[in-house]
């Protein structure tokens, strides 16, 4: 009986170190996968920032919401005519839309020139911003 029960044990060890061992293995693999990802990702990162249209198109999307500043005029009570710095506010039956913040501008880029929306999600997650932001404006 003690031969049996030590039989037992040993094949089961032996087993168990063969598939942590195995295990092990693949998980090296899949790291070694993991990196080569990641240098990739690194290289096209790079290679996006090194875009003059992508520049380009970063200094004109600035240069666009900056508003005029034309003094308005504003009529009491009495009827005087006051300037005032401040701009009249437009006229719109509908609510204003939410405006792009510009920390998620170049993520909107990546999706212009066709990186999956996940992968620009990852991203997003990876630096610390909230991903489904971008959902507003798509």
């Given amino acids: 009986m003690v031969a049996f029960i030590n039989h037992f044990i040993v094949s089961t060890v032996t087993f168990l170190n063969k598939f942590a061992s195995d295990c092990e293995s693949r998980f090296v693999t899949y790291e070694q996968k993991l990196q080569n990802l990641e240098a990739s990702l690194m290289i096209v990162e790079a290679k996006l920032a090194s875009i003059d249209v992508l520049k380009q198109l970063n200094d004109t999307s600035a240069a666009t919401k900056q508003t005029d500043n034309q003094p308005t005029i504003l009529v009491t009570a009495e009827g005087d005519a006051k300037p005032t710095g401040e701009p009249l506010p437009e ?42 932001y971008i959902d507003r404006f798509l």
């Fill in 91 to 132: 006229a719109t039956p509908n609510p204003p839309a939410v405006e792009r913040d510009p920390k998620y501008d170049l993520y909107f880029k990546m999706l212009h020139l066709g990186v999956q929306l996940g992968a620009v999600k990852n991203k997003i997650a990876s630096e610390g911003l909230d991903p489904d």
